[in-house]
């Protein structure tokens, strides 16, 4: 099926970016130049608070994935097609962004903020099956679809479907358990002040590959398309 040939696409894509949070966390308790500047960053962050969150979600999300879209396959010519993009991812990651912030912030007031094995193994059991599989993956999936669809109301309908979930929400967890369990356990052994930056840097490689899944189920895409090529071809 074409859920899951384009989870199985993405695994090695997947592995580049687990490989570099890795480093980055790693460097974080090795090196005291690369913690000065991540404590620097987090705390940034804590003085922003809410503004920080939306700018690097939208950052992240929206505005990075398109400017490479413009630079990679528009020749850096920019088209009225990517303010409408813009104008849709904007508001969806901007709120998905807002909400794993609060989620992580759940997480330490319920389970604390130390990153002992109980407690990473915790936080990811409530990301990963709990908000993931009742929210994330079901609203990434129908956000798509619909803009995909031109807006209709079909993806909203077909969203209570066994078919529905079968071939795409499941085929979606599948792909993003194999990405983010990874990355979670790393985001989750920093502090908490920390876990949305690092989050925010794995972000834009998320979108890249849940724009590609989207596009193979609205069937913009062949099964062996490179994922940039997805992406491109969305517009």
């Known amino acids: 099926m074409i859920g899951w040939e384009a989870a199985r696409a993405n695994a090695k894509p997947a592995l580049i ?40 979600s939208v950052l992240a999300g929206a505005l990075i994935p398109e400017f490479f879209l413009i630079l990679f396959f528009q020749r850096g010519r920019p088209q009225r097609v990517n303010l409408r993009n813009l104008a849709f991812t904007i508001p969806v990651w901007g709120f998905d962004g807002s909400l794993v912030d609060l989620l992580y912030r759940a997480e330490a007031h319920w389970l604390g903020d130390v990153a002992t094995v109980p407690i990473v193994a915790g936080k990811i059991l409530i990301d990963q099956f709990g908000y993931n599989i009742f929210f994330a993956a079901p609203f990434g999936v129908l956000t798509y679809e619909w803009k995909n669809s031109g807006i209709s109301l079909r993806p909203i309908r077909d969203l209570f479907t066994w078919p529905h979930y079968r071939d795409k929400i499941i085929p979606t967890l599948v792909a993003t358990w194999a990405v983010w369990i990874p990355l979670m356990a790393i985001i989750y052994s920093l502090p908490l002040a920390l876990q949305f930056p690092m989050f925010g840097l794995a972000l834009s490689f998320w979108v890249l590959l849940l724009t590609y899944m989207t596009n193979r189920f609205a069937g913009k895409i062949s099964a062996d398309a490179p994922i940039a090529l997805a992406v491109a071809r969305e517009n």
Do not use: D, N, W
């Not at 570099?20 to 960053?41: D, E, G, H, K, N």
């Open 17 to 56: 970016i687990q490989a570099i949070m890795l480093a980055l966390a790693i460097a974080f308790y090795a090196s005291p130049t690369v913690a000065s500047a991540l404590r620097a960053l987090a705390e940034f962050k804590r003085e922003h608070g809410f503004l920080f969150v939306l700018c690097a």
